[in-house]
């Protein structure tokens, strides 16, 4: 219905759940001055590919058969693909996301994401045990009187 009206791409609903929809996908591209001059200088590894969803078509900039992500999706892209998959690494969320989409520095992207998340999620250690010496330096004073609790011996332990 927007089409109709001419309206803008912040007056279409835009997907929210998944953040590289074909819709959300194109109006970013379209965007990024930044990937379109890069495209533009580089113009024989990238083309542009008609994609469909429903009645409608969607035309994505793509690189080696796989859509292109700017730099405005990456890091929403790393997270949501590192949680969907339960958090498997660096690796695996990298191959991953690489099956269909690429950007410059996704590995980079990708390793940074996944580092911050593990340094936010990684309990700080709890203190070690004392070591033998700190027990036998313990002052005598500090000491629990019924620590001190003497069994006599049965005639079994004598033998």
């Known amino acids: 219905m927007a089409e109709c009206f001419a309206a803008d791409a912040k007056d279409v609903d835009m997907p929210t759940n998944y953040p590289l929809s074909y819709m959300q996908l194109q109006h970013e591209q379209q ?3 930044a990937l379109k ?3 533009d ?4 590894a990238y083309s542009t590919e008609d994609y ?3 009645d409608k ?3 994505l900039i793509t690189k080696n058969c796989k859509t292109v992500v700017p730099k405005s999706l990456q890091k929403r892209a790393v997270e949501y693909y590192h949680s969907l998959l339960m958090h498997p690494g660096e690796t695996r969320t990298e191959l991953t996301i ?3 989409f690429t950007w410059k520095g996704l590995c980079n992207t990708v390793r940074f994401k996944v580092e911050i998340k593990l340094q936010s999620t990684v309990p700080t250690p709890a203190a070690p045990p ?5 027990l036998l330096v313990t002052p005598v004073a500090n000491l629990h009187p019924q620590s001190f609790v003497f069994h006599p011996l049965s005639s079994h332990h004598l033998s």
């Open 37 to 39: 001059d890069y495209v």
């Open 31 to 33: 965007k990024d001055k």
């Open 52 to 54: 469909k969803h429903g």
């Open 41 to 44: 200088k580089h113009s024989a």
């Open 57 to 59: 078509t969607y035309n």
């Open 98 to 100: 690489a099956q269909h």
């Open 130 to 134: 004392p070591t033998t010496h700190e």
